[in-house]
């Protein structure tokens, strides 16, 4: 069946340095944008960035923009999220998501990850 | 950016009541909003997409209606499994794709 699974989330310190991953399989990844959202207590559910199906496009939010980057490998079927300069208000959970069929670049995703747990604490 | 408010925050209903919730986006966003559902310790799940359309699978006792800033999400019937959290997404033009705050369902 179609899903996402996420990792590497952890504890990481401010300043530091985290790489998500999200693996996908029982669908055709490579025709697919996909995107990062995260879910914090105090901020709720946020879009972070979200990338073309070849990988040559993509969008951040402003407030990761210039510290986080997101990449795809179509060849494994992996979509990963690089965080740099991580700030405690980028604790949260992060999801991994995929839109309907035929969506495009729209946000309207039926198909997430269960989610990898991100804490940035010192 | 263009900001998204729900109301209310929280609401308790009884079973087989109707239960609406509102969703006003900042400025025009025509029809391009969803709805989600949110269960503890699960990813939301798409409800509805451009306002008013059901996603395949999904129970009919949902329906979103609007457009514009105006926006309504109801569950006709409310049942125990209906107990979440709700949250509405505008996706006008390009990113950010913005949700609103979120309206917690409980009986």
């Known amino acids: 069946q179609e899903q996402l699974v996420e990792s590497g989330g952890g504890l990481v310190k401010p300043g530091g340095s985290l790489k998500l991953s999200c693996n996908a399989s029982?669908?055709?990844?490579?025709?697919?944008?996909m995107s990062w959202v995260r879910q914090s207590p105090g901020k709720g559910l946020e879009w972070v960035s979200h990338?073309?199906?070849?990988?040559?496009?993509?969008f951040d939010a402003d407030s990761v923009r210039g510290r986080f980057t997101i990449t795809r490998d179509n060849s494994k079927n992996s979509l990963f999220l690089q965080m740099n300069s991580l700030r405690a208000e980028d604790t949260g959970i992060y999801f991994c998501?995929?839109?309907?069929?035929?969506?495009?670049?729209?946000?309207?995703?039926?198909?997430w990850g269960q989610g990898t747990q991100v804490i940035v604490s010192s | 950016d263009i900001q998204m408010t729900q109301s209310p925050s929280s609401l308790s209903a009884s079973v087989g009541d109707r239960v609406t919730i509102t969703c006003q986006a900042s400025?025009?966003?025509?029809?391009?909003l969803n709805w989600y559902q949110q269960k503890p310790g699960k990813p939301p799940k798409l409800l509805i997409f451009d306002a008013s359309i059901l996603e395949t699978g999904v129970t009919s006792r949902f329906s979103g209606s609007g457009s514009g800033t105006d926006f309504t999400f109801t569950i006709s019937s409310l049942q125990p499994e209906d107990i979440a959290t709700y949250y509405c997404?505008?996706?006008?033009?390009?990113?950010?794709?913005?949700f609103g705050p979120g309206t917690k369902v409980d009986v």
């Open positions: 029982g669908f055709p990844f490579k025709i697919f944008y």
């Open positions: 990338i073309s199906d070849s990988g040559s496009t993509s």
């Open positions: 998501a995929r839109a309907r069929p035929h969506s495009g670049s729209l946000p309207l995703w039926n198909l």
């Open positions: 400025q025009d966003i025509s029809n391009f």
């Open positions: 997404q505008q996706y006008d033009h390009l990113p950010p794709f913005t």
